[in-house]
């Protein structure tokens, strides 16, 4: 057997850091069993454990729409919503943090 531990450096985005750190601070996992877990789950897939692709439409940014469209994307929901295609909001919300 190799050794007992390496010591790995990775430059981060220090929000991205801190967020990821809160989360697995509150599921009660060190940040070195995280990515040790990742690079297992990397091993078992012998690839990315998830898919890497971009968006099929990135997603809207509202200051960006001229009021016509934004109007069109309001009716859109407004019809989703009486179409009966909806979800619960503790169903969207509940993968955010509570503060």
């Known amino acids: 057997m190799g050794q007992k531990s390496a010591t790995l450096y990775a430059r981060i985005e220090p929000d ?11 599921l009660g996992i060190p940040a070195s069993n995280a990515i040790t877990m990742f690079y297992k789950q990397i091993i078992l ?7 890497v692709s971009l968006p099929i439409a990135p997603p809207t940014d509202i200051s960006a ?3 016509s469209e934004l109007s ?7 019809r989703d919503m009486q179409d009966g295609n909806v ?12 503060n």
């Open 65 to 67: 729409l001229s009021d």
């Open 16 to 26: 991205v850091k801190k967020q990821a750190e809160d989360i697995l601070y509150a």
């Open 72 to 78: 069109a994307e309001l009716e859109k929901g407004y």
């Open 45 to 51: 897939h012998r690839g990315i454990p998830f898919d």
């Open 87 to 98: 979800l619960p909001a503790s169903t969207v919300f509940s993968e955010f943090p509570k």
